[in-house]
């Protein structure tokens, strides 16, 4: 089972903390829509940035796989080149029993 690397949960947009002196909470619904706007805003802004983060870790895993597999690309087109340049009837090839035996 993997590690996570972020978790990532919804916090409560309209919940307060200490209501003012004269009890109120906020002074009308206009401050409670408007807090929980602000709130769910920064709370997008945080989830973007986690898929930003996401996307680019993925990006350098691509970038990485990449190179991988354009090395080995390279590698069998050296192989290839090499065994279109061998004269079967000038090299040597093995039998089965003189493999078996050269091991």
Known sequence: MPFSKRAVEPQLLCRYQVPNEE????EDL????NVALSRSLRQ???L???ACSIFQELEDELVTSSQRVRGVQARVAHLQQTCTELDPKQEAVLTWEEVCNWF
Do not use: E, K
């Open 30 to 33: 206009v401050s409670v829509s």
């Open 23 to 26: 009890g109120l909470v906020f």
């Open 44 to 46: 997008l802004s945080d």
């Open 48 to 50: 973007a940035r986690h």
